[in-house]
T-cell receptor, first 116, second 114 residues
Framework: KQEVTQIPAALSVPEGENLVLNCSFTDSAIYNLQWFRQDPGKGLTSLLLIQSSQREQTSGRLNASLDKSSGRSTLYIAASQPGDSATYLCAVETTRRQGGSEKLVFGKGTKLTVNP | DTGVSQNPRHKITKRGQNVTFRCDPISEHNRLYWYRQTLGQGPEFLTYFQNEAQLEKSRLLSDRFSAERPKGSFSTLEIQRTEQGDSAMYLC????????????FGPGTRLTVT
């Protein structure tokens, strides 16, 4: 059974700092990994999707890397801002029997606070 | 692209009552997913559809839960005889039926069972 772990559970940093969020998964046979952002009481916003054949993806100040063999992914946030405060979730897709995206297995998330 | 919408956003019900939630996916997406999220946890998969066909159901989806997508567009999730343990955020997502395409999530329906 695939298990996804995110460390740390919470992180507080001053504005402007670069930071790294970690995600690990127990079964390396994944199709892709997706990072999401969730604001309190809200739904999830997709940030980046990394295919299993890729090593990294970038979007603006965000860079996500994937090391499938070791079961790890990192989300790097450059020059953090108070508006980045949210919970960041990673999720992996591990089954594909019908073609197309199937169920995602999520970690519990890292709650990030960026202090002005 | 108007995004995934869910209604209602909040629902408070008494134990034993039935509730129904609705999800409208992004119009060109033929896959639709339901997840449940409790406080401090990541979302857990419940079920998903390709068009009107329900392709997989989690064992979390007990007999009291039923989901439909009758015309391959919007979907409903019904919970019968609600229990306090059903209190959670119910999230809907949609995706194209192509590989390596992201799932896009709606704002969720927060259910409180008293």
């Amino acid at each position: 059974k695939q298990e996804v772990t995110q460390i740390p559970a919470a992180l507080s940093v001053p504005e402007g700092e670069n930071l790294v969020l970690n995600c690990s998964f127990t079964d390396s046979a994944i199709y892709n990994l997706q990072w999401f952002r969730q604001d309190p009481g809200k739904g999830l916003t997709s940030l980046l999707l990394i295919q299993s054949s890729q090593r990294e993806q970038t979007s603006g100040r965000l860079n996500a890397s994937l090391d499938k063999s070791s079961g790890r992914s990192t989300l790097y946030i450059a020059a953090s801002q108070p508006g980045d405060s949210a919970t960041y979730l990673c999720a992996v897709e591990t089954t594909r029997r019908q073609g197309g995206s199937e169920k995602l297995v999520f970690g519990k998330g890292t709650k990030l606070t960026v202090n002005p | 692209d108007t995004g995934v919408s869910q209604n209602p956003r909040h629902k408070i019900t008494k134990r034993g009552q039935n509730v129904t939630f609705r999800c409208d996916p992004i119009s060109e997406h033929n896959r639709l997913y339901w997840y449940r999220q409790t406080l401090g946890q990541g979302p857990e998969f419940l079920t998903y559809f390709q068009n009107e066909a329900q392709l997989e159901k989690s064992r979390l989806l007990s007999d009291r839960f039923s989901a439909e997508r009758p015309k391959g567009s919007f979907s409903t999730l019904e919970i019968q005889r609600t229990e306090q343990g059903d209190s959670a955020m119910y999230l809907c997502a949609s995706s194209r039926g192509t590989v390596n395409y992201e799932q896009y999530f709606g704002p969720g329906t927060r259910l409180t069972v008293t």
